[in-house]
């Protein structure tokens, strides 16, 4: 396995932008995906030229963009750093198997990505509350009687 790029550690502002870029690289994540989750408008860019510069990211969005990258990371270690997996994971639609899945998981119907979109900042932490559960819980094996009661 490669050594991970030093900007993968770093908590600046200019790792930041390079995490995002990143992200938009290898992780296939568009101008959509920030855009709904973040608000943030990202200029159209071509991979080889992302016009982004570190002061343009207001503190808000720089600590959304931290808590992205946390799940980011979990979602890598998941999937033992292969990016093509990881990608295919966020993009991937759970089937709705409502009551009856033996393991039940928030975004059933629709994927990772979408299910961030959808409800922003409040998913990251429950994907990476499901990535992290599978090197130190199970914990949703059992539907939570709170959501069952939604559904």
């Known amino acids: 396995m490669k050594p991970v790029p030093d900007f993968f550690q770093l908590e600046t502002p200019e790792a930041r932008v390079m995490q995002?870029?990143?992200?938009?690289r290898h992780l296939a994540l568009d101008v959509t995906f920030f855009y709904h989750l973040f608000g943030l408008e990202i200029p159209q860019y071509t991979p080889a030229n992302i016009p982004?510069?570190?002061?343009?990211?207001?503190?808000?969005?720089?600590?959304?963009?931290?808590?992205?990258?946390?799940?980011?990371?979990?979602?890598?270690?998941?999937?033992?750093?292969?990016?093509?997996?990881?990608?295919?994971?966020?993009?991937?639609?759970?089937?709705?198997?409502?009551?009856?899945?033996?393991?039940w998981v928030p975004w059933a119907g629709e994927s990772i990505?979408?299910?961030i979109e959808r409800e922003g900042v409040a998913a990251l932490r429950i994907v990476n509350t499901w990535?992290?559960?599978?090197?130190?819980?199970?914990?949703?094996t059992n539907r939570p009687q709170s959501f069952a009661q939604h559904s």
């Open 113 to 115: 990505r979408s299910y």
């Open 20 to 24: 995002l870029e990143w992200m938009i």
């Open 131 to 140: 990535l992290t559960s599978f090197r130190f819980a199970n914990r949703y």
């Open 52 to 103: 982004w510069q570190p002061h343009s990211l207001h503190d808000d969005n720089l600590q959304k963009l931290d808590q992205l990258w946390d799940m980011v990371l979990h979602l890598l270690s998941f999937t033992r750093f292969n990016t093509q997996a990881a990608a295919s994971l966020l993009k991937y639609e759970w089937e709705d198997t409502a009551n009856s899945a033996p393991v």
